[in-house]
């Protein structure tokens, strides 16, 4: 590897610099409200021009092939860092995209230490390294992406950061030791490891973009405009991944279903009919929290999947369900609306459950609630042991009576 022209590599590197930019921004041109996208364009168009200045040092006045080369590649590491910030969803303060390039200009006014090459390859290379690392930190933290995406691309950065970081060590030992020296090994390294890393980080960031934002299309599409539960198909995709995931401690399905829904559509019209299961949505919301699945899976109908969920604890919730619901009554155009509740709660330990068998248990338990009077939750066991096809009931393990 040694043997490589660092020259040549420099050439190949304005080239992929340059087709990544383009790459980049004829995406954004097509979803400009990605700024990711533009600021990492934006970021490898500044490279361009700075890796032929930086090569041509020799044909250039210093001011050109050394200072203008190094703060557009200061720019273009502060560009860097806000397009990371941006693909994690944060926010990209102007200020500290421009710190790299404002560290630079502060090290060029101090002429004795600036005219020392050593000097200037201990100062690009510490800051370079350190912004890479904080790169290579904000990918780490990318939402909606797979773990090995951001994996890979976060170790690109720490390895380029690690390279440019360890020049110091041979600028320390060699002082003479310039930025571009023919059969310097350490360089040439870590030239080949920016084409590499920055072709493939390019690539990367958009897929784990592209990945993000399918997720957040198919979080909408799983979520019920209304009362912003999960949707019947997004509560059973969910649900199964709970399943696959849970430990063999207890788990519980409750179905729940608001009595005479009917009865408010027709008095108060359809909007209050959406205000009332809007409100039984925040009620449930704020009651079984972020742990808890949650979905519309009906007109009126409601289930909830709980985890760790033993009886004495089936019990407690559902006296304590019945209180916030008795305390919370619906005001719609001045006329309070009691909501009244029926429900099922089916309780099971059993290992490899099926979500699909297990909600017709709870379908079943909230059959019996409203057979006996409704406005009261019905609480059963599951074994797990019928098949599919076969209806499955949940026997009663006593009740207790909605308020």
Same mark, same amino acid.
């Given at each position: 590897m040694?043997?490589?022209?660092n020259y040549t590599l420099l050439v190949v590197l304005a080239g992929v610099f340059a087709v990544i930019a383009v790459g980049l921004f004829l995406i954004w041109l097509g979803e400009r409200s990605n700024m990711a996208l533009l600021l990492w364009s934006s970021s490898m168009t500044l490279r361009v021009p700075a890796m032929f200045m930086w090569m041509s040092g020799a044909d250039l006045?210093?001011?050109?092939?050394?200072?203008?080369?190094? &703060?557009? &590649? *200061?720019?273009?590491?502060?560009?860097?860092?806000?397009?990371?910030? !941006?693909? !994690?969803?944060?926010?990209?303060?102007?200020? %500290? *995209?421009?710190?790299p390039m404002v560290i630079w200009l502060v090290f060029s006014f101090f002429d004795g230490l600036y005219d020392s090459q050593s000097n200037r390859v201990v100062v690009f290379s510490l800051v370079t390294g350190f912004f890479l690392f904080a790169i290579g930190y904000e990918f780490l933290q990318v939402k909606g992406a797979s773990k090995l995406l951001r994996a890979v691309i976060s170790?690109? +950065? +720490?390895?380029?950061?690690?390279?440019?970081?360890?020049? %110091?060590?041979? $600028?320390?030992?060699?002082? $003479?030791?310039?930025?571009?020296?023919?059969?310097d090994a350490l360089l040439n390294i870590t030239l080949v490891a920016m084409l590499f890393f920055c072709f493939g980080a390019a690539i990367i960031a958009t897929a784990i973009y592209w990945e993000g934002y399918i997720q957040e299309l198919k979080a909408e599409v799983s979520r019920d405009p209304l009362t912003g539960l999960l949707t019947r198909r997004g509560f059973f995709e969910r649900g199964t991944e709970t399943l696959n995931e849970r430990s063999e401690d207890s788990i519980g399905v409750m179905v729940l279903d608001l009595d005479y829904f009917k009865q408010i559509n027709d008095t108060y019209g359809h909007q209050?009919?959406?205000?009332? &299961?809007?409100?039984?949505?925040?009620?449930?919301?704020?009651?079984?929290?972020?742990?808890?699945?949650?979905?519309?899976?009906?007109?009126?109908?409601? !289930? %909830?999947? *709980?985890?760790?969920?033993?009886?004495?604890?089936?019990?407690?919730?559902?006296?304590?369900?019945?209180?916030?619901?008795? $305390?919370q009554p619906l005001v719609f155009e001045g006329k309070t609306i009691r909501l009244g509740v029926s429900g099922g709660l089916v309780l099971s330990n059993c290992p490899n459950l099926e979500l699909h068998p297990f909600i017709r248990a709870a379908d079943s338990a909230l059959y019996q609630a409203k057979?006996?009077?409704?406005?009261?939750?019905?609480?059963?066991?599951?074994?797990?042991?019928r098949s599919e096809k076969e209806p499955v009931s949940a026997a009663p393990m006593g009740l207790l009576r909605l308020a």
């Amino acid at each position: 590897m040694t043997g490589l022209d660092n020259y040549t590599l420099l050439v190949v590197l304005a080239g992929v610099f340059a087709v990544i930019a383009v790459g980049l921004f004829l995406i954004w041109l097509g979803e400009r409200s990605n700024m990711a996208l533009l600021l990492w364009s934006s970021s490898m168009t500044l490279r361009v021009p700075a890796m032929f200045m930086w090569m041509s040092g020799a044909d250039l006045a210093p001011f050109m092939s050394q200072f203008l080369a190094h &703060l557009l &590649l *200061m720019a273009s590491l502060g560009l860097s860092w806000g397009g990371a910030r !941006a693909c !994690a969803r944060k926010s990209y303060e102007p200020i %500290v *995209m421009a710190l790299p390039m404002v560290i630079w200009l502060v090290f060029s006014f101090f002429d004795g230490l600036y005219d020392s090459q050593s000097n200037r390859v201990v100062v690009f290379s510490l800051v370079t390294g350190f912004f890479l690392f904080a790169i290579g930190y904000e990918f780490l933290q990318v939402k909606g992406a797979s773990k090995l995406l951001r994996a890979v691309i976060s170790c690109s +950065f +720490f390895v380029c950061g690690i390279s440019h970081v360890s020049r %110091v060590g041979t $600028t320390w030992i060699d002082p $003479t030791a310039g930025f571009l020296l023919e059969g310097d090994a350490l360089l040439n390294i870590t030239l080949v490891a920016m084409l590499f890393f920055c072709f493939g980080a390019a690539i990367i960031a958009t897929a784990i973009y592209w990945e993000g934002y399918i997720q957040e299309l198919k979080a909408e599409v799983s979520r019920d405009p209304l009362t912003g539960l999960l949707t019947r198909r997004g509560f059973f995709e969910r649900g199964t991944e709970t399943l696959n995931e849970r430990s063999e401690d207890s788990i519980g399905v409750m179905v729940l279903d608001l009595d005479y829904f009917k009865q408010i559509n027709d008095t108060y019209g359809h909007q209050g009919g959406d205000a009332a &299961l809007m409100h039984f949505g925040r009620i449930a919301t704020q009651y079984f929290g972020p742990s808890a699945v949650i979905g519309r899976i009906g007109g009126e109908e409601f !289930a %909830v999947i *709980m985890q760790n969920l033993d009886r004495t604890t089936a019990d407690c919730i559902v006296q304590s369900l019945s209180d916030t619901v008795a $305390t919370q009554p619906l005001v719609f155009e001045g006329k309070t609306i009691r909501l009244g509740v029926s429900g099922g709660l089916v309780l099971s330990n059993c290992p490899n459950l099926e979500l699909h068998p297990f909600i017709r248990a709870a379908d079943s338990a909230l059959y019996q609630a409203k057979r006996k009077g409704r406005g009261r939750i019905e609480i059963g066991f599951y074994n797990g042991e019928r098949s599919e096809k076969e209806p499955v009931s949940a026997a009663p393990m006593g009740l207790l009576r909605l308020a």
